[in-house]
T-cell receptor, first 109, second 115 residues
Framework: GQNIDQPTEMTATEGAIVQINCTYQ??????LFWYQQHAGEAPTFLSY??LDGLEEKGRFSSFLSRSKGYSYLLLKELQMKDSASYLC??????????WGAGTKLIIKP | IAGITQAPTSQILAAGRRMTLRCTQD?????MYWYRQDLGLGLRLIHY???????GKGEVPDGYSVSRANTDDFPLTLASAVPSQTSVYFC??????????????FGPGTRLTVL
């Protein structure tokens, strides 16, 4: 079966750095997405990786290793507004997104 | 403002009733999707449409039906609601080009409670 694993919850301090990991086993691979979802709101797109390596977008970076079935989202200079759930999703061989359950990130002052 | 709208925002429904959730996008995206999101579970695909006039089944299609008469609208119908269909429903769209991965954009969601 297809599976996406990410930690259920993480806690970090304002101003610090946090890394959210995602491992996947899917039938085929056509890219990996990270989304942010604030409580009671819709998911919003953060990043997309299809090749191995690091993609940087301001305070957020996303890394992919296809051979290891592994990705991480790195958030720097954490702000209180970064408190949200972070969803990892992989596009499979049928170009359908398979979603992880999400990681709830709690930021403490 | 370009984007996706969903209606209603929330609804409480008696079991056995019929309900249609509405979704409209104005981005001229060719693909649209319906997901449900339950606590502790990832988003699960119910139905999708790669282009107007076509639909397909996702991971959890039972009890739901969709239609795609035009590019902009993608309604989801629960023919006879059951309590297990209590969930948050998200509509999404993407500018899918055949054979290429693309980014999905989400509507604000409909919170449905079936009693």
């Amino acid at each position: 079966g297809q599976n996406i694993d990410q930690p259920t919850e993480m806690t970090a301090t304002e101003g610090a750095i946090v890394q959210i990991n995602c491992t996947y086993q899917t039938s085929g691979f056509n890219g990996l997405f990270w989304y942010q979802q604030h409580a009671g709101e819709a998911p919003t797109f953060l990043s997309y990786n299809v090749l191995d390596g690091l993609e940087e977008k301001g305070r957020f970076s996303s890394f992919l290793s296809r051979s290891k079935g592994y990705s991480y989202l790195l958030l720097k200079e954490l702000q209180m507004k970064d408190s949200a759930s972070y969803l990892c999703a992989v596009m499979d061989s049928n170009y359908q997104l398979i979603w992880g359950a999400g990681t709830k990130l709690i930021i403490k002052p | 403002i370009a984007g996706i709208t969903q209606a209603p925002t929330s609804q409480i429904l008696a079991a056995g009733r019929r309900m249609t959730l509405r979704c409209t996008q104005d981005m001229r995206h060719n693909a649209m999707y319906w997901y449900r999101q339950d606590l502790g579970l990832g988003l699960r695909l119910i139905h999708y449409s790669n282009t107007a006039g076509t639909t397909g089944k996702g991971e959890v299609p039972d009890g739901y039906s969709v239609s795609r008469a035009n590019t902009d609208d993608f309604p989801l119908t629960l023919a006879s609601a059951v309590p297990s269909q209590t969930s948050v429903y998200f509509c999404a769209s993407s500018d899918r080009i055949a054979g290429e991965a693309d980014t999905q954009y989400f509507g604000p969601g409909t919170r449905l409670t079936v009693l």
